[in-house]
Nanobody
Framework: QVQLVESGGGLVQAGGSLRLSCAAS????????IGWFRQAPGKEREFVAA????????LYADSVKGRFTISRDNAMKTAYLQMASLEPEDTAVYYC????????????????WGQGTQVTVSS
């Protein structure tokens, strides 16, 4: 069982930046793929970014490519999502998730989920 806790959300103006953190309880955190997903009001949850266990081969949704950066610190058992040039359309609850099935943008491939952190971008 893996517990994931997101933090770092908040209210920011358009064009601003935020860094989200995802702290994990798993001893073998370094063996998990970590993904970030988001769900805006009235919309389905969607993929944002994912990173492999060694920190390489990141995947990004087209909508965030060039603005968001995913990273991880296996020693700290924490993954991050650095968000820059934020837009009102980025407003959503952001979730991190963990998987041992390989790097994927498909949320079905993730077994463990955090409770989410709210990001609100004002125009």
């Amino acid at each position: 069982q893996v517990q994931l806790v997101e933090s770092g959300g908040g209210l920011v103006q358009a064009g601003g930046s935020l860094r989200l953190s995802c702290a994990a309880s798993a001893r073998d955190f370094h063996t998990y793929v970590i993904g970030w997903f988001r769900q805006a009001p009235g919309k389905e949850r969607e993929f944002v970014a994912a990173i492999n266990w060694w920190g390489g081969s990141p995947l990004y949704a087209d909508s965030v490519k060039g603005r968001f950066t995913i990273s991880r610190d296996n020693a700290m058992k924490t993954a991050y999502l650095q968000m820059a040039s934020l837009e009102p359309e980025d407003t959503a609850v952001y979730y991190c998730a963990a998987s041992k099935r390989g790097l994927t943008s498909n949320q079905i491939g993730y077994d463990y989920w955090g409770q989410g952190t709210q990001v609100t971008v004002s125009s």
